[in-house]
């Protein structure tokens, strides 16, 4: 009688849920003066680089102007970059904006992923009413929320064990993360500049000042207002600009 071998599985590391969206500003080169130096090169070519030693909020005229009437380039000399933890879906979504934008993110070809998922918080609006273009959320019943809590806790607690259970026999990480769902979280760098930030916004957050709507799922859009609170901290003169000419991107 042939005896078979048994896989020992892995110790089991216990899934944890989480509703939150992290985002980090790790590193940046971005100012007010940036756009003005920048702008200025046209009429005073290298006496423009005058404009890093002098009080942005004495031209922010000019600032209002160039976002006014759409004179982009100047929003590009800057630089941002973000560390942000979201779930997978987030980042598919994010991953649309590639103009002015670099992402690098953690890779599951490379490292055992972590059992971090998300599940939707109670203030999370579960339910879509209307038809596609014109819908609205409606918050949901505590059946519908119940449900759904327990419902992404069961599944993914069961696509982790199988991972696990793929890795311990041997199966390649590359392979064995098909089985992992989009509610992982998932964490990258993501560089811009002012003006690829502000096209995301434009896309991705509600607005009251808006001039174009927007319909962002909720998650990225929590994405999009950490991002803009610590971009409005750098450069505070071009973000009321944005938002006095209704968020649109020059």
């Keep these: ?135 609205v959320f409606v918050d949901g019943t505590p059946e519908q929320h119940s449900l759904t809590e327990r419902s992404m806790r069961e599944s993914y607690r069961q696509a982790y064990e199988t991972y696990q259970e793929m890795l311990a026999a041997g199966v390649a990480r590359e392979v064995a993360r098909a089985v992992l769902p989009v509610g992982l979280y998932s964490s990258m760098y993501a560089t811009c500049n002012a003006r690829s930030l502000m096209h995301f916004l434009g896309l991705r957050t509600q607005h009251e000042l808006a001039k174009v709507p927007s319909f962002p799922q909720r998650e990225i859009e929590m994405v999009g207002e950490r991002m803009e609170e610590l971009w409005a901290g750098l450069m505070p003169l071009t973000h009321a600009a944005f938002n006095k000419n209704g968020r649109m991107a020059p």
């Design 1 to 135: 009688m042939t005896e078979t071998s048994q896989v020992t599985p892995a110790e089991t590391v216990k899934p944890t849920f989480r509703s939150e969206i992290s985002v980090e500003l790790v590193k940046h080169a971005a100012s007010d003066q940036d756009v003005l130096w920048a702008a200025r090169v046209s009429t005073a070519g290298e006496q423009s680089l005058d404009e890093l030693k002098k009080d942005p909020e004495r031209s922010k005229g000019l600032i209002n102007y160039l976002m006014r009437d759409r004179h982009g380039s100047p929003f590009e000399h800057n630089s941002m970059t973000f560390f942000i933890s979201a779930p997978i879906f987030v980042f598919r979504e994010f991953m649309r904006h590639r103009v002015g934008w670099s992402y690098n993110e953690e890779s599951g070809r490379y490292r055992e992923l972590q059992p971090v998922f998300y599940v939707p918080g109670p203030e999370r609006k579960l339910v879509q009413e209307g038809r596609p273009g014109k819908y």
